[in-house]
């Protein structure tokens, strides 16, 4: 079994400061680990992603994450909050061999981010 | 189209009426997933295909939810006999077969009982 846990359901920053939010997470072997954001009435969209190799990893808008598997966590961050990083963030795990169904990607309960102007 | 799309986006249905929500995943996309997010919560898995087949349908949470996907392609989720807790968005994801969990979403269909 797996699971995810985001700390703080509502997280709020200044623009211009650093945005850090929190996922740990439970996995019986080695996980793959995803970052997704959703904007207002809108699906998911992929921020980034972790599977294997360098444990810092890059994504879209600025955003990185980096997998510590002492820790079980994968916090994501971003140097500098924009007005338009405002939105619900999600943390899911999966991991190999990937075969669908219920384990094929377990969510957080997702980080609400607020920019303060 | 390029990505998975979702339709009705919005469902308004009277307690007891029949839904049903389709997904038209993403060209070639083998695997398709629906997950059921309620107001505030992360996505929660509904059931799985893979083509054709339902191979997991474990999250569905009463028999009055059903899925098909017949030609392997467009999928269909239908709620009989609705319920005010079954009020939701309703997210349909897809992906190809050789994958690590990255899933590509809808835009979901928000269903709202009275």
């Known amino acids: 079994a797996q699971s995810v846990t985001q700390l703080g359901s509502h997280v709020s920053v200044s623009e211009g400061a650093l945005v850090l939010l929190r996922c740990n997470y439970s996995?019986?072997?080695?996980?793959?680990l995803f970052w997704y954001v959703q904007y207002p009435n809108q699906g998911l969209q992929l921020l980034l992603k972790?599977?294997?190799?360098a444990t810092l990893v890059k994504g879209i808008n600025g955003f990185e994450a980096e997998f510590k598997k002492s820790e079980t966590s994968f916090h994501l961050t971003k140097p500098s909050a924009h007005m338009s990083d405002a939105a619900e963030y999600f943390c899911a795990v999966s991991h190999p061999p990937w075969g669908g169904g219920a384990d094929g990607l377990t969510f957080g309960k997702g980080t609400h981010l607020i920019i303060q102007p | 189209g390029a990505g998975v799309s979702q339709s009705p986006r919005y469902k308004v249905a009277k307690r007891g009426q029949d839904v049903a929500l389709r997904c038209d995943p993403i060209?070639?996309?083998?695997?398709l997933f629906w997950y059921q997010q309620a107001l505030g919560q992360g996505p929660e898995f509904l059931t799985y295909f893979q083509n054709e087949a339902q191979l997991d349908k474990s999250g569905l949470p009463s028999d009055r939810f059903f899925a098909e996907r017949p030609e392997g392609s467009v999928s269909t989720l239908k709620i009989q006999r609705t319920q005010q807790e079954d009020s939701a968005v309703y997210l349909c994801?897809?992906?190809?077969?050789?994958?690590?969990?990255?899933?590509?979403f809808g835009e979901g269909s928000r269903l709202t009982v009275l």
């Open positions: 972790y599977t294997t190799g």
């Open positions: 060209s070639g996309h083998v695997s």
């Open positions: 994801a897809s992906t190809d077969s050789a994958n690590t969990g990255e899933l590509f």
């Open positions: 996995s019986s072997v080695p996980p793959y």
